[in-house]
T-cell receptor, first 114, second 114 residues
Framework: DAGVTQSPTHLIKTRGQHVTLRCSPI?????VSWYQQVLGQGPQFIFQ???????GRGNFPDRFSARQFPNYSSELNVNALLLGDSALYLC?????????????FGPGTRLTVT | AQSVTQLDSQVPVFEEAPVELRCNYS??????LFWYVQYPNQGLQLLLK??????LVKGINGFEAEFNKSQTSFHLRKPSVHISDTAEYFC????????????FGKGTRLSVIA
């Protein structure tokens, strides 16, 4: 089975621009979570979606938003990019049958803001 | 709310020697505990998890961890490391309601020396 996939792998944006990151969960998984990993730190929780509804939100500004589609894929949007948004953005999926806490991570999208 | 402290940011160890990576957590509720490994330029891979039951948990690649509730610790151990174990290791905690996000430590960089 394919694991969690994310696109793009890398991208470079300029301050003030907008970015959209995409994630496809493992087949059968209905929950997607997004994490931000700044260089040298552990991942920080941004959002969790389950069955297309937001189930949790971390301590991030309103410039960050997300949604989940009927096929359970997800998008993370960041507006008005700041230099501090440069990070690895990780998507994780989980299944209610294995416990939503057991999360499987994708390879991440490396965002560089200049 | 939960928090995780990984006591060592870097651990160098010779090949075939044993290693212990330390993790302490704080929580006002019962928890689930996890160890993830991150190889360079990759996402996170689940090594092992503690949900309930036996406090000694065995994972992939010969790793094991022991949950100690009184000391609020979940240390990761391997009796004999290989060069291929060189990676970043993250301890994570979530509340056991099944719907709380993962909270990660800052990570421990394990460097195996030939």
């Amino acid at each position: 089975d394919a694991g969690v996939t994310q696109s793009p792998t890398h991208l470079i944006k300029t301050r003030g621009q907008h970015v959209t990151l995409r994630c496809s969960p493992i087949s059968g998984h209905k929950s997607v979570s997004w994490y931000q990993q700044v260089l040298g730190q552990g991942p920080q929780f941004i959002f969790q979606y389950y069955e297309k509804e937001e189930r949790g939100r971390g301590n991030f500004p309103d410039r960050f938003s997300a949604r989940q589609f009927p096929n359970y894929s997800s998008e993370l949007n960041v507006n008005a990019l700041l230099l501090g948004d440069s990070a690895l953005y990780l998507c994780a999926s989980s299944s209610p049958f294995r416990g939503l806490y057991e999360q499987y991570f994708g390879p991440g999208t490396r965002l560089t803001v200049t | 709310a939960q928090s995780v402290t990984q006591l060592d940011s870097q651990v160098p160890v010779f090949e075939e020697a044993p290693v212990e990576l330390r993790c302490n957590y704080s929580s006002s509720v019962s928890v689930y505990l996890f160890w993830y490994v991150q190889y360079p330029n990759q996402g996170l891979q689940l090594l092992l998890k503690y949900l309930s039951g036996s406090t000694l948990v065995k994972g992939i690649n010969g790793f094991e961890a022991e949950f100690n509730k009184s000391q609020t610790s979940f240390h990761l151990r391997k009796p004999s490391v290989h060069i291929s174990d060189t990676a970043e290791y993250f301890c994570a905690v979530s509340g056991n309601s099944g719907n709380t996000p993962l909270v990660f430590g800052k990570g421990t960089r394990l460097s195996v020396i030939a």
